[in-house]
C-alpha cells in the first residue's frame, strides 16, 4: 500500500474515531451556532457571498491608476472603475480582479482559470463512488496539487481533514498536524464536499467559510445523485465556474 493511501485510510479513520467523540461533547444540534473550528482552536469568520460569474471584459475602467513611488505595488496591477473602486489583479489558479479594499457592495470580475490545474472529471467521479457516496453525512476533502509529483503519487493529493459532518453541514480543522502535512505536499486547489440532497449549491456557511482568504481558490459540491457544481471563491465572494454530472463519466482510479 502507497504511502499516501495509508495516509488517506489513516485519516478517514481518524475522522470516523473523531466524529464518535465529538458526538458526545459537542451536540449536534447547536453546530450552526458553533464558531468553526475544534475545540482548543478557534479560526476567525468571514462573512461572504454569493454572486454570479462577471468576466473581466464586463469592468468599466475609468482610469488606470498611476503609482508614484513609496510603493512595491505595479504599476498596471490597480485599475478604478466606474464604481469608484480600486480593484487589484489576483494570480494563481484562479485570476480575478478583486476590490483593493472590500466594503460594502463589490464585485469579484473573473479574468481566468488555469483548468489544467483542477483535477479531471473522471478522477473526480472515481472518488464519488470510492469515498463520498459512502457516507450518509457531510464529508469533506481538502484538493492540492502535488509539489513534487512522482509516477507512483499522481499530480493532485487529495486529503481528508479532522472533520465534524452532519445531515447539514461540514466542519472542519485547519490547524492540524495533518493539515499542515497536506500543505507540505501540495499547493492548496480547494475543497470536495458532498451535499446531503441533490442540490450542489453552496450554503450559507460554504459562503462565508470561502470568504476566508486561506479558502480562496476553487470547491466543488457533489449532490447525491451525482450532479455536481465548481465554485470560485475570492475576495470574499463564490461565484459558479462550472457544473455538469459525472453519470455515465469514466472512472479513473486515484490512488
Ligand atoms: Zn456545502
Not at 83 to 111: H, I, M, N, T
Request: hydrophobic fraction near 35%; glycine fraction near 12%.
Amino acid at each position: 500500500m502507497s504511502r499516501q493511501k495509508r495516509r488517506t485510510e489513516q485519516a478517514i479513520r481518524w475522522d470516523q474515531e473523531k466524529a464518535e467523540q465529538d458526538k458526545r461533547s459537542f451536540p449536534f444540534s447547536d453546530m450552526r451556532s458553533e464558531p468553526v473550528g475544534f475545540a482548543g482552536g478557534s479560526r476567525r469568520t468571514y462573512t461572504g457571498a454569493l454572486q454570479e460569474l462577471k468576466r473581466v471584459d464586463s469592468m468599466e475602467t475609468v482610469k488606470i491608476v498611476e503609482l508614484s513611488g513609496g510603493t512595491d505595488v505595479d504599476v498596471g496591477s490597480l485599475v478604478a472603475l466606474n464604481d469608484k473602486r480600486v480593484y487589484e489583479r489576483k494570480g494563481g489558479l484562479l485570476e480575478c480582479w478583486v476590490p483593493a479594499e472590500v466594503q460594502g457592495e463589490s464585485s469579484v470580475y473573473f479574468a481566468g482559470i488555469d483548468w489544467k490545474r483542477v483535477p479531471s472529471r473522471n478522477e473526480l467521479a472515481y472518488l464519488f463512488d470510492a469515498f463520498f457516496a459512502k457516507y450518509k453525512r457531510e464529508v469533506l476533502m481538502l484538493m492540492g496539487e502535488r509539489i513534487n509529483p512522482t509516477k507512483q503519487g499522481g499530480k493532485w493529493v487529495y486529503f481528508v481533514p479532522p472533520q465534524v459532518g452532519t445531515g447539514g453541514s461540514v466542519k472542519w480543522s485547519t490547524s492540524s498536524e495533518e493539515v499542515a502535512e497536506f500543505h507540505s505536499v501540495a499547493r492548496w486547489i480547494g475543497t470536495i464536499h458532498v451535499h446531503p440532497g441533490k442540490s450542489y449549491s453552496p450554503s450559507g456557511t460554504d459562503v462565508d467559510e470561502w470568504a476566508d482568504p486561506l479558502s480562496a481558490g476553487v470547491h466543488l459540491i457533489f449532490g447525491r445523485s451525482g450532479g455536481f457544481g465548481v465554485f470560485g471563491a475570492m475576495g470574499g465572494k463564490t461565484f459558479p465556474l462550472a457544473s455538469g454530472s459525472i453519470v455515465g463519466t469514466k472512472r479513473t482510479p486515484v490512488e
